[in-house]
């Protein structure tokens, strides 16, 4: 795995796991326990990451002869409690326009414009994971041709420039209006080498800060799933989708990152239609 992926289990496993099971040997642990944790835990993703861990790990561990017996095969992923959470935090996976719009005011009040307007606004018109954002440079932009080339992350943990995700990471993305917006004011003849977004490295914590001061829910995946929902209410085909935001498969864009938008976002939707028509990425029916 990647070093920023074994960084992360550890993070996960020292909140949710170490003061709770974590002080007991593997041989001790039983599916009773096991299944006492995963209920405890209350965060979302926390829970569906720690059950992925353990069914791993437990599964690695029967397999070796290290223990007679797989607990994680009587344990299950907690349905009810996990469902509630799903429904409070799926009503805020997007930003609707609304929101957006209040947002991206709020962040160009005074005599210059936040910093971090720049980057969500790019990320929510563009697609881009956090990390692959920090890590564009100028020479991925293509203004003439409206493309932008994601070849790299900025890992913000270990504070270097790494490869994506994974090959489906490694795409081309169309530079909408709004991006580009972006790029012609951020411009002042940096040379192809400069990082666009060298500086914002905070930004989790400040869209919290955001979150806290407007009254909604907003963080950098949600600009992902928000771009994700509008193609694809635009029309854009879910392979396309996938294609563009580099997901490996086309189940994981269709399960995880579409929802349902509301009536005050079609004015948006629309221009993103618009853009793809023109640019043929939907073909114009007669």
């Given at each position: 795995?990647?070093?920023?992926?074994?960084?992360?289990?550890?993070?996960?496993?020292?909140?949710?796991?170490?003061?709770?099971?974590?002080?007991?040997?593997?041989?001790?642990?039983?599916?009773?326990?096991?299944?006492k944790h995963l209920n405890?835990?209350?965060?979302?993703?926390?829970?569906?990451?720690?059950?992925?861990?353990?069914?791993?790990?437990?599964?690695?561990?029967?397999?070796?002869?290290?223990?007679?017996?797989?607990?994680?095969?009587?344990?299950?992923?907690?349905?009810?409690?996990?469902?509630?959470?799903?429904?409070?935090?799926?009503?805020?996976?997007?930003?609707?326009?609304?929101?957006?719009?209040?947002?991206?005011?709020?962040?160009?009040?005074?005599?210059?414009?936040?910093?971090?307007?720049?980057?969500?606004?790019?990320?929510?018109?563009?697609?881009?994971?956090?990390?692959?954002?920090?890590?564009?440079?100028?020479?991925?932009?293509?203004?003439?041709?409206?493309?932008?080339?994601?070849?790299?992350?900025?890992?913000?943990?270990?504070?270097?420039?790494?490869?994506?995700?994974?090959?489906?990471?490694?795409?081309?993305?169309?530079?909408?209006?709004q991006t580009k917006e972006?790029?012609?004011?951020?411009?002042?003849?940096?040379?192809?080498?400069?990082?666009?977004?060298?500086?914002?490295?905070?930004?989790?914590?400040?869209?919290?800060?955001?979150?806290?001061?407007?009254?909604?829910?907003?963080?950098?995946?949600?600009?992902?799933?928000?771009?994700?929902?509008?193609?694809?209410?635009?029309?854009?085909?879910?392979?396309?989708?996938?294609?563009?935001?580099?997901?490996?498969?086309?189940?994981?864009?269709?399960?995880?990152?579409?929802?349902?938008?509301?009536?005050?976002?079609?004015?948006?939707?629309?221009?993103?239609?618009?853009?793809?028509?023109?640019?043929?990425?939907?073909l114009k029916l007669d």
């Open positions: 795995i990647k070093e920023s992926t074994y960084n992360q289990y550890v993070e996960i496993y020292n909140r949710y796991t170490y003061e709770n099971v974590g002080h007991k040997r593997v041989c001790d642990l039983e599916a009773d326990d096991l299944q405890s835990i209350e965060a979302k993703s926390g829970l569906k990451k720690i059950y992925q861990i353990f069914r791993d790990l437990f599964y690695f561990l029967h397999e070796q002869n290290t223990l007679k017996v797989n607990p994680m095969k009587f344990v299950v992923l907690p349905k009810r409690d996990l469902d509630k959470v799903i429904d409070k935090e799926e009503k805020d996976e997007i930003l609707l326009y609304k929101d957006e719009a209040h947002l991206l005011e709020y962040l160009s009040r005074g005599k210059n414009k936040n910093k971090y307007y720049y980057i969500i606004k790019f990320g929510l018109y563009s697609g881009l994971r956090r990390g692959e954002l920090l890590g564009l440079q100028w020479k991925h932009i293509d203004i003439e041709n409206e493309t932008i080339s994601v070849r790299q992350q900025f890992d913000i943990r270990e504070r270097k420039i790494t490869s994506v995700k994974t090959n489906a990471a490694i795409r081309t993305v169309p530079l909408l209006p972006v790029l012609l004011e951020l411009y002042n003849n940096q040379s192809p080498d400069e990082f666009i977004f060298n500086d914002h490295y905070g930004i989790t914590q400040r869209m919290s800060d955001f979150s806290r001061k407007l009254g909604f829910r907003v963080n950098p995946h949600m600009l992902r799933h928000t771009f994700t929902s509008r193609s694809y209410t635009a029309g854009l085909d879910p392979k396309r989708i996938q294609q563009m935001i580099g997901h490996e498969t086309v189940d994981i864009t269709l399960n995880t990152y579409t929802h349902v938008l509301e009536k005050d976002d079609l004015e948006v939707i629309q221009m993103m239609r618009d853009f793809y028509l023109e640019k043929g990425l939907i």
